[in-house]
């Protein structure tokens, strides 16, 4: 793994380019470069044939001074240790720069769960609960979903601490089924907080997102909702992609037509009401007023990034682009809305989903969306106060210095101790 694509050292980077900007002592820059505890287990599993297997597993609880940490668990053969170590310092700053209570984690277990049966699977999950039960709670350690992993193995998790512990703590957990605890609006989170993010930037610009035309990477969970919702505030989604390519039409495309040929045909390519079939490279170049990559991290390089046209980047997924690519862009003029406030929609109603399961009291989604956007909108108008009270190079560096300073704020409250 080269430094430039260890994540680990991506993040790095950027506490280290925000930290010139925030009042923080060497030491307590070392507390926010790196976690406080990383769990590594090796679970060992009972196959269906009667055989045993060992998977590795980790939880990295990076930083908990807002609050209890909070983070997905995902499932895939890649999952390593320095990646979920900076996934869990994403989150800590997803959180702090959302200004919502709680702190950072993550964790994975190396496997494909496509190679494995339901049961197996479950009582994968269970033992990675059961090793987890000492650190996580309502109070100490939610987790989530994240790849590879859903309501199925949420429900598992949850099952396991609340039958180890004897109580029912739906909080412990978060993207639960409606019907398990779980929040209205979860599912369209991410897409929304992409969108309002976006559309407040077309403000700052004194421009209107109903005029723009916008290309999105990535036609799962967060592409598709982003191309759906931004749709409906009369812009005009030109090009969407996924693994097997993408679609143009300057015309525009139907959001929903295109998500019904996604789900018969599993791919937007074939799509009829599209004029051209384009590349993943080509989409991310298109001249377009705004583009969201919605897929992978690393999309966007510096080479790439030197032909990157579009006026505005939000970015619903994590870390699209490489710190090397962010410097490009900003020689560039392009707004990139960074994903840790992009796509902060969908922790945000993770919180909201605990704050209901805490209170064991439902909110309607017209509550759920309508407090999402005043905290989106809120904190956006914060970064761009930041952004240009220090007179900072970009809105990712304004969106650390922001998270650095209340997280540091935090700490020094209660300061070091024994
Ligand atoms: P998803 O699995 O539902 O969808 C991913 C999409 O990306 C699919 O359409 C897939 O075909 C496409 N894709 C995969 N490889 C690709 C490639 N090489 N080129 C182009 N497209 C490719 O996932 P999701 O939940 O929509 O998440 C997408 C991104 O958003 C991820 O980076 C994720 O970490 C981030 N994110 C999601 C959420 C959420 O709540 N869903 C929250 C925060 C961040």
């Known amino acids: 793994m080269s430094d430039e694509v260890n994540p680990f050292s991506s993040l790095q980077r950027q506490v280290e380019e925000a930290v010139q900007y ?8 070392q507390r926010l470069k790196s976690p406080e505890r990383v769990l590594e287990t090796n679970l060992t599993v009972e196959m269906d044939d009667g ?25 895939h053969p890649d999952v390593n240790r320095e990646e979920v170590k900076a996934l ?46 000492p650190l996580i709670g309502v109070d100490q350690d939610i987790p989530a979903p994240d790849v ?3 309501q199925r193995e949420m429900n598992w998790i949850k099952d396991t601490y609340e039958t180890l512990e004897n109580t029912t703590e739906p909080g412990v957990i978060t993207g639960k089924a409606i019907e398990n605890g779980g929040s209205e609006g979860r599912v369209e989170a991410t897409g929304r907080s992409t969108v309002l993010a976006a559309r407040e930037a077309f403000d700052y610009r004194d421009e209107d997102i109903a005029d723009a035309t916008v290309a999105v990477q990535g036609y799962g969970n967060a592409g598709w909702i982003t191309a ?58 298109l001249d377009v007023d705004l583009l969201v990559p919605a897929a992978l991290g690393n999309v966007i390089d510096a080479d790439l990034a030197g032909d990157v046209e579009a006026d505005v980047i939000s970015e619903a997924a994590n870390g699209p682009i490489t710190p090397d690519a962010d410097d490009v862009l900003e020689g ?61 190079p970009s809105f990712r560096v304004a969106a650390y210095v922001i998270a650095l300073q209340r997280i540091d704020d935090a700490a020094e409250e209660f300061g070091p101790w024994p």
């Not at 702090?96 to 950072?104: H, R, S, T």
């Not at 994975?108 to 479950?122: F, N, R, T």
């Open 228 to 285: 759906k919702l931004v749709e409906e505030l009369g812009a005009t989604v030109v090009a969407v992609s996924d693994s097997s390519g993408g679609i143009y039409d300057a015309a525009g495309l139907d959001p929903v037509a295109v998500k019904e040929h996604k789900r018969n045909t599993g791919s937007v390519v074939g799509y009829q009401g599209a004029d051209d079939e384009i590349s993943n490279d080509e989409l991310l170049t």
């Open 88 to 133: 869990s310092g994403w989150m800590a700053y997803k959180t702090a720069v959302a200004g919502v209570p709680l702190g950072g984690a993550k964790g994975g277990i190396v496997i494909d769960p496509s190679e494995y049966s339901e049961s197996e699977l479950e009582r994968v999950t269970r033992s990675f609960a059961t090793e987890l039960r």
């Open 332 to 392: 560039k003029d392009v707004i990139v809305i960074p994903d840790i406030l992009a796509n902060a929609g969908g922790v945000t109603v993770s919180y909201f989903e605990w704050v209901q399961n805490r209170q064991r009291f439902h909110w309607s989604e017209e509550r759920v969306n309508d407090e999402l956007e005043s905290i989106i909108v809120d904190q956006f108008w914060n970064l761009v106060d930041a952004y240009e009270s220090h007179d900072l």
């Open 148 to 150: 590879n992993t859903g």
């Open 51 to 75: 055989s045993t297997e060992v998977f590795t597993a980790y939880r990295s609880q990076f930083n908990g001074d807002r609050g209890p940490y909070k983070g997905g668990i995902r499932y």
């Open 22 to 29: 925030v009042d923080v002592t060497e030491g307590m820059l």
